[in-house]
């Protein structure tokens, strides 16, 4: 082939990439990795040079973000804008052993969608809204959960906001990352919901810092202070700010080891009474006027190991075998009131197409291990008398110990089915010979977007 038809075809090939690369500024990431494929693929045919490739790389990332900012109608700071969100549909039943007290079952969902928009010097802009009941003695929505229970006829239901945040990103070089964020955001500590509810997003501020060291072993530190409530006459909010070191090692391709252990401490607890904020669930001692007796500054410590089999028969891809467990002690509450731990495996992972998994956990949290309102909001047991500031029945919180058997089925990338059945009990149970135990069934159909 003569110089003259060399010449001609790069210059076809040039053309052809950067169309590509622009129409993704419409299209999504998916033609933007196809256009990086092309490229290569004309490098490995010998008919761009690697220098060549890259110059077409920077031209064309010109012209997309071109495209992307006339497209779009975004300023030409905005490097991308990226939607996401879920839906689940959920069946829930509760069943209390104590005589004379009746099951409960409803239906609920879960809507969320957010967007995403990635800005030039290392900025990020993140905003997610949420379906929720209204909180129980509060405003806004429950912070524990975004379920919305089919009820009243019918009646609209609320959104609300659950992320608003600003994030800095100015670390990411030779194995270094580092962000800083600040708003209302994901919970950025690595934890268990001995700790934290899955649902729950803390209002604040928070750091990470990351170092990669030979792909192999990832070491973490995280730190964060969040407010717990805004009193007008009073300079001492309630916030809680902590600490987290973590070690995630990849030994081979089939076993990956992870590690953890984090400092918590509540500031100006006496101000979390029970009428003070929503209160969602119980547990913790308290006096007459809702007070809490006790203040809480946990250690927590965590790990979990993952052994990938070869296959598994009606599973597609590797098949994951992960142990974990968690420790949590409050110095500053009493023994036999102080403690938290859980422990289980897990088989198979879902969430990809003909993957499912299989999870059993044991879970043990005493009274006053940790703050109440932020643990998580699935696991309950019956108190036959009325906790200081709540009311008898069907509560979570603390003060719980029991079962958990989760397994989840995805027959569609988009899609995956679940069933999970809780049994607990109460760890100090009041006078009273009622049984304390209480079943909870949830069944659910999620899809993702």
Request: hydrophobic share 35%.
């Amino acid at each position: 082939m003569n110089n003259t038809c060399k010449n001609q075809m790069k210059n076809t090939c040039k053309t052809v990439v950067a169309a590509a690369i622009a129409t993704a500024a419409f299209a999504g990431n998916s033609q933007a990795q196809s256009s990086d494929a092309l490229i290569n693929k004309l490098v490995d045919k010998g008919v761009l040079t690697v220098k060549e490739a890259n110059d077409l790389r920077e031209e064309t990332d010109k012209d997309f973000n071109s495209a992307y900012s006339v497209k779009s109608g975004m300023p030409d700071w905005v490097n991308s804008l990226k939607f996401n969100g879920d839906l689940r549909g959920r069946y829930e039943a509760i069943t209390v052993e104590a005589p004379n007290i009746s099951d409960r079952n409803r239906f609920r969902y879960r809507m969320r969608f957010g967007t995403v928009a990635v800005l030039k010097d290392d900025f990020e802009v993140g905003f997610r809204l949420t379906s929720s009941d209204p909180a129980s003695g509060g405003t806004g929505g429950d912070p524990i959960s975004g379920n919305s229970t089919f009820s009243s006829n019918g009646s609209k239901k609320f959104v609300y906001i659950e992320q608003a945040y600003g994030k800095w990103s100015p670390l990411h070089t030779d194995g270094w990352l580092g962000n800083v964020i600040i708003g209302k955001m994901e919970n950025p500590f690595v934890t268990s919901d001995l700790m934290f509810d899955n649902d729950y997003t803390p209002e604040g501020a928070a750091a990470t810092i990351s170092y990669t060291l030979k792909d192999m072993h990832t070491f973490k530190v995280i730190a964060g202070a969040f407010s717990l409530n805004e009193i007008s006459a009073d300079a001492n909010d309630p916030y809680y700010f902590g600490g987290q070191f973590r070690v995630d090692s990849k030994w081979s391709p089939k076993f990956q080891t992870s590690a953890g252990i984090a400092f918590y401490s509540i500031e100006s607890a006496y101000q979390l009474t029970t009428a003070s904020i929503p209160n969602q669930n119980s547990g913790n001692t308290r006096r007459a006027d809702g007070s809490l007796v006790n203040g809480y500054r946990p250690v927590v410590v965590d790990a979990s190991a993952t052994y990938s089999l070869d296959s598994f028969p009606l599973y597609k891809g590797l098949f994951p075998i992960r142990a974990f467990g968690d420790y949590e002690n409050n110095s500053d509450a009493p023994s036999r009131q102080n403690t938290g731990y859980s422990a289980g495996i897990g088989f198979g992972k879902s969430g990809k197409r003909g993957t499912w998994d299989l999870t059993y956990r044991y879970k043990h949290l005493e009274s006053d291990a940790w703050f109440e309102e932020l643990v998580d909001s699935d696991t309950g047991a019956y108190y036959p008398v009325a906790p200081i500031g709540g009311s008898s029945g069907y509560r979570a919180g603390t003060n719980l110990k029991g079962h958990m058997v989760r397994g989840t089925y995805s027959p569609f990338d988009s899609f995956t089915l679940g069933v999970t059945y809780f049994m607990m009990e109460l760890i100090d149970k009041p006078a009273s010979t009622v049984d304390t135990q209480a079943g909870r069934l949830q069944v659910d159909a999620m899809w993702k977007f």
